[in-house]
């Protein structure tokens, strides 16, 4: 009997494979269920080994997939993804599997189907393309092979419509599309337009939805009975059959790296499956990261353009707020309060953004200065008033508010600053009768709520929408005719080599949320810092000039994109143990090695849940480099004494430092 050995990955946190036995042939990608310390799980086979193990194996206790889940060019991708990031294979595996397969269940074979057929609906309206539309989508469907294109657009300029005329262009060849949106809240809006102008069959893949739900759309994808799938970060090897594009919209959004776990970027998944798949990929934003500028002027990637709003309205001028002698009101000046009745009084929309969720950032001792702090972070406490708790934002702690300061005794406490909800409710008040719309973290945690908020902004005439980050966002709000930006001058002012890029994105995303439909659009950007060089460029709103200048200062600095960093990041409950270990990571370079460290420091968030935080930041001119020296450097690290007494991850290409 023959008997067959496997490389067999098993998603925990450790970076080598298992070899197990069978008596029947298993396909690499497919998934099978095997012993492991005594439980049944599953494990995902890598490859068939040529020789025998001189050790003893177990065998593998059942096939799941009679088909491979993954095909070999997403078993590339996914070596390479464990490789670039030096992440357990096994772990990688599990990310891209749709969770309810990550259980020891059987899929369903594949089913041969008919051929979808998407025809363009007749009630949906096709614009007329303008000028540069039409020479964009040219452009696009030139396209070959391996061909990545930006497709810079600024906001309001119709990036969508191309989006949908040129997934109408592959369906019409057969092929399907795949498309990546940021954020679950980007999703909806998209998925209507795709309905409206394909009907019902459009696959929508994130993590909002249900194991069940996202089992069908991948499983209908893998059958090819969809040919269109929208999704976030995990969709982005969505096994659609013929894969003709990939569309990354709001490529520079940071949203595509997955913060915790396995650090990926989705965008560069993205950009790599089109590589290994040979396909097109479209880059879409109005604010193009620094990378992706950097890949065109290298001539690595097409750059197509739209510079005007598609309705011919004017994009909303910036006016600068000094606020340094204003009496604020929970944080909104008395010139923004008039701006936004006066908005409301024409019949139209206000936005207000700031950064920053819950009622109020600070709760302080007016007495003794004693400020409420997270037991186990270093982080202030955040008082949420709906839930009536001071909130930890790092580790979700909640405690109750104390009427008398744990320092002095003295009830003289108060709520300093503001975050989005007490600015809710202090408009609320001002403004009587006017609908306050919030959209953040808190407001569409619960299911289906997010598709209330966005159909509430649209059905409502005049009304005032708050919200963080996920307002800025891809949003076409068509009353919006006021941005308020309460709180930019934390970004302005931030030491982080990052923070340029970040801000001058934020602040151009806000203002494409406004006056889309009219040019009638102003922005009011409330600051303490009016004078600031930075400010005052961005205040002219050509994101791209601004761009391009901070992309040739990275270039004399050898910051990325001109360079290679990763972030090695320790933690552990005594600062001294984070120390060594960093220290001896630091020690295997030297002086002429062409690896530099900075560090070990103490991260700008130096403690969470209990554990404290220090960092090293490595950095080199090639990514193949700094790549062999870390996989060199992990090798050592294993054997280490002061390993164990740490937590430790490696973050390649972060985009946080702190
Ligand atoms: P972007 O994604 O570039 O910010 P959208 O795709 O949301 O912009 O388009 C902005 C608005 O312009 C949308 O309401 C869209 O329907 C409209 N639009 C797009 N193309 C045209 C066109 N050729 N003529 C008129 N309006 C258009
Ligand atoms: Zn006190
Ligand atoms: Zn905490």
Redesign the pocket.
Known sequence: MNIFYYDIAIPIPVRETFTYKSKEILKSGSRVAVKFRNKDIVGYVVQQLNDMPDFSTTEVSEILDSEPIFKPSDMQIILWLADYYHHPLGEVFDTFCPPALRKITKTDSLLSVEEPIYSILEKDKQ????KE?ESCIKEIKSLRGFDPCLLY?V???????IYLQTAGFYLSKGSSILILVPEISLTPQLQERFINRFGANIGIYHSRQTPKQRYNVWQKARNGEIKIVIGTRSAILSPLTNLGLIIIDEEHDQSYKQHEGFRFSARDVGIKRAQIEKIPIILGT?TPSLQTLKLVEDKKYKQVNLLKR??GSKPPGFITLDINDSKLESGIAKESLDAIKNTLNRNKQALVFINRRGFSPLYECNNCRWVAECKSCDARLVFHHGLDRLICHRCESAYGLPTRCPECSSSNLSLQGSGTERIELFLEKYFKDTDIIRLDHDTTKKKGSLDEIIEKVHESNSAILVGTQMLAKGH?FPKVELGVILNCDAGITSPDINSLEKISQLLIQVS?RVG?RDSNGKVLIQTRYPEDKNLKELKSGDYLHFALKNLKQKKELHHPPYSAVCLLRASSPLADHNIKFLSKVANTLNIESEISAIGPIPSIISKTRGNLRHHLIIQTGSKTLLNKYVKDVIDSILSWDETKKVRWFFDIDPIDYS
């Not at 906001?155 to 969508?160: F, L, P, V």
Request: no cysteine.
């Open positions: 614009f007329e393309l303008n539309q657009g906001t309001g300029s119709g990036k969508t419509e109005a598609a309705n076409d494409g889309r």
